[in-house]
């Protein structure tokens, strides 16, 4: 971002001067990786006046002209990954400025959580924090407006209604993520220096990744969350999951005054809030906050790629050719389903996703499992083949999914495979055998059924946070 006042694009490889010296090679003829360096110090450091007071996850495109400076580009989105337990920047000070604390996502949309920003003190800035990683930021403290005049917001109306343009103080803006803010203190957010102020403000994320943690926080007053109401006429972005999906924990008990101390922060489009006529099973948020529900589920993050295999080996079908997908909630724990078709195409976007209900939170055993069915239209079109890789993200060992998948035109009894590295050479899946339908839901580990030769049941069991499935065929 132009205009930021600390940011770590950190290079991949010794340049300029040093480029070559074997002074930086950590074996011969082996430069060093900054990016994978330790941290020196950083410490009581202060950004105001920025449009960003701080940015992480970037680094130096030298096009390959290393020992020249003059012509080196920013390159987006690689991960700093510190070694050990990672980097602690402590006490920055941020304030008067549009960003206070970003960070972009980790290299090829890798989660990243290596860096903690400790003890820092975020004040007076349109958005306190915008995280597009996992990095946490703990015992800090957020104030919305001093009072001081540093910060005198613009009353006008945004793009997406309540949010306001340029932003009237936003604490955490829920961005790709899962972000972190824990054991913190914030002053304001409340509604009662500008009604627009808002505890957990949306920004479209090209991951929406689900379960930002907002945890152990205290406030001066009772916050607000305000969201837009994603069941009327809003602009073609805020149809999109990578907008409305968004699930945060921690907040439950501050938002519903100790009724529900372990819920999960929605908004209430139709695919997250689940309703029946006025009945519904989430809590409003009360007050002055709009369109904020507590649901008692957790939510996962379903990701879906398209291939195809070609002379010069997989090609990612997305941007302006990213097929369409169709996602259908079946109805769930006695909630009816609701559906929503994903059409829309942009050059930057690779995935097809979507927010999924996974379990109660509240741990039962044997708990409902929330089927999904997903008509893809992947063209089939490869000249040796295609894929489809089916990733289940932001869960806990042991979490399940249910998938119904099938493909237009029609796929034929595809092989289905594990394939938890993100692999594309074949040698590294597992072949998975079908199972009976009347024996999926006893599986103890991931497998799938075939009710028909072009559908796939999926029955997905977590091994860890993130678990990827590639069908081809």
Not at 166 to 191: C, E
Request: charged share 10%.
């Amino acid at each position: 971002t132009v205009g930021t006042g600390y940011w770590f694009a950190v290079h991949t490889h010794p340049t300029g001067a040093s480029y070559g010296n074997p002074y930086f090679d950590v074996a011969p003829n082996l430069p060093m990786d900054p990016t994978q360096l330790p941290l020196g110090s950083f410490a009581d450091n202060t950004a105001h006046s920025c449009k960003s007071a701080l940015d992480v996850n970037d680094t130096i495109d030298d096009n390959r002209t290393p020992a020249d400076p003059l012509d080196d580009d920013i390159r987006r989105n690689v991960s700093w990954d510190p070694p050990g337990a990672g980097a602690v920047l402590q006490g920055l000070r941020a304030w008067g400025c549009a960003m206070g604390i970003y960070t972009g996502v980790g290299t090829d949309n890798t989660y990243t959580d290596l860096v903690t920003f400790y003890g820092a003190i975020l004040s007076d800035n349109e958005r306190h924090m915008q995280l597009a990683s996992a990095f946490p930021v703990v015992h800090s403290l957020l104030v919305e407006n001093t009072g001081f005049g540093v910060f005198a917001p613009n009353p006008v109306p945004g793009h997406i209604p309540p949010e306001v343009i340029p932003p009237p103080g936003y604490a955490f803006t829920a961005y790709d993520g899962p972000g972190q803010l824990i054991d913190s203190h914030l002053v304001g957010f409340d509604g009662n220096q500008h009604p627009s102020a808002n505890l957990v403000a949306i920004s479209t994320a090209a991951r929406r990744h689900t379960n930002h943690v907002l945890q152990g926080l205290t406030f001066a007053s009772t916050p607000q969350v305000l969201f837009a109401d994603f069941t009327t006429s809003l602009p073609p972005q805020a149809f999109e999951p990578n907008y409305w999906g968004i699930a945060v924990r921690g907040l439950s008990s501050i938002l519903s005054g100790g009724l529900h101390p372990d819920r999960t922060l929605i908004t209430n489009h139709p695919m997250m809030h689940l309703t029946n006529g006025a009945a519904t099973p989430d809590f409003a948020v009360p007050g002055t906050s709009l369109n904020a529900w507590l649901s008692p589920y957790s939510f996962g993050h379903l990701e879906l790629f398209h291939w195809r295999n070609e002379a010069n080996g997989w090609q990612l079908v997305g941007g302006n050719s990213l097929p369409a997908t169709t996602f259908l909630r079946r109805s769930f724990d006695g909630w009816p389903g609701a559906s929503y078709a994903a059409t829309s195409v942009d050059p930057s976007n690779l995935l097809r996703q979507l927010s999924i209900i996974i379990r109660p939170v509240n741990g039962l055993p044997n708990p409902p499992e929330c089927l999904y069915e997903v008509q893809l239209q992947h063209p089939g079109n490869g000249t040796f083949g295609n894929r489809i890789d089916v990733v289940v993200d932001d869960l806990v060992t042991g979490d399940i999914a249910r998938l119904l998948l099938s493909n237009q035109p029609a796929w034929n009894l595809p092989n289905v495979y594990l394939n938890d590295l993100n692999s594309p050479d074949p040698s590294t899946w597992t072949l998975l055998t079908p199972v009976s339908v009347a024996s999926l839901g006893s599986q103890s580990v991931t497998a799938f059924a075939r009710p028909s030769a072009s559908t796939v049941l999926l029955r997905t069991v977590n091994p860890d946070r993130r678990h990827q499935i590639t069908i081809t065929w």
